[in-house]
């Protein structure tokens, strides 16, 4: 399930602005950098005491970056405290100066100085090997000493961030640490949330060692399940279905018609008042069977009952099961000339990434696969970078674009949100269904469609971590149903 991490700050920001900060820090006279450096080592040390028992051997394994040098401070604490530590060193051509001065103030004590070849028995790993200035494969060298790190026993505290990971984009350099528990330093790195570093962080803490008043400003923002508090209000109590938003949920070619059930029961849960499914005439039974309250217009061609129920809507959903025949097709083109605002996904996106299109009205959800096509890219591309890849297609296509994935992000063209949310469960299929009809459903209540589309993502996320209650493999799309309907209830 999800870690909480209502603890942490919500800005979040690149390694440069974090940068930035110390410098400020610096010039407002608070002090030397190496201060800061003092301060981290000594956060580490506190968090550290909170998880060991002594006599349990500690091995501190540094680089010669501030990263490292924020290592040999927690070194000295620990030999101070009289714990068991030894170090391994991993040579910089050259040693940052702060580095150089906590080197120096460790050498009023004794401890034992180890190559990788030595490798001791350990009960905890302190990796403070890399920072924030990782760019590029790694060399040979840091790689194995990664893969030294996972393949031990030892419980692995990751300082800043775990070694290998990109402080900005959450992507790994090829090997990446894989922590039990990360402490970040003075300001949330935005990668920290996303990508390869959701399942290398472990636990997330953190730690203010002074540089929040000196942080530029950001426009990205983690979000969690404190965000639906101001997004859903009680009813008045004279509301009516015509009042609670109308969607029409298009999709469910030959052989799909449990991806538009899916997002069609999915709008009924998020508390869309009205459903109406456009799907092939045989899907009916599918659709109604055990959900009567969908509503269904058959369609073999696109005649004007299919228009009258495109204009009837306050909102359209277009994709799920959508297919990529003529069918769809049509369909996809038919919602595409009416003025309503759409959530576009699944099958449509990758007619959209065929017939690229710039539209404000609209929501797209594309996984890295349809972000790929929908920019002319490789999946690989969009996951080395999914800030970059996210705002890329918010630029070409226009509107809210939402992209999938562990640590989902969500950009307007104007903020950036990150959703830490959710778990492995929601990787099966329909899940993605699920996720369109309660955009849909929000977008018709009355949110505007970048609100509309986070609300969704945390109530999808939170949802998923609720089911998963009896485990996340097995965990099906429907069984987000009924946490669906209570967490829309949140006041």
Known sequence: MAQDLSH?????YTAAAVRQAELAWVAADEGPLYQLVERAGEAAFELLKQHLKLPQKVLVIAGQGNNGADALVCMRHLLQAGVDASLLLHPARMPTAEWQQAWQKLQAFQFAQITADEWPEADIIVDGLLGTGVRGELRPQVAALIERINHSQAWVFSLDLPSGIVADTGAATGAAVMADITLIMGAVKQGLLTG?????????????????????????????R???TACFKARPRDSHKGKSGKVTVIGGDHGMAGAIRLAGEACLRAGAGLVTVISRPEHQLTINDGRPELMF???????????????WADVLVLGPGLGRQDWGYNLFKAAGLTDKRAVVDADALNMLSSEPE?????????????AARLLGCDGQTVETDRFAAVRALQQKYGGTVLLKGAGTLICDGEMLYVAPVGNPGLASGGCGDVLSGIIGALMAQGL???????AAVVVHGEAADLAARDGERGMLASDLMPWIRRLVNTE
């Open 297 to 311: 217009r058959s369609c073999e061609l696109v005649d004007m009952e299919v228009y009258q129920r495109l204009g």
């Open 196 to 224: 390869r570093a959701r399942h290398c962080c472990g636990e997330l803490s953190f730690a203010d060692i002074g540089l929040t008043p000196y942080l530029p400003e950001s426009n990205v923002l983690r979000v969690d």
């Open 448 to 454: 505007d469609n970048c609100r509309a589309t986070v």
């Open 226 to 228: 404190h965000f639906l």
């Open 8 to 12: 942490l700050p919500s800005r979040l």
């Open 358 to 370: 710039q539209q404000t009205k609209w929501v797209l959800t594309p996984h890295p696969g349809e």
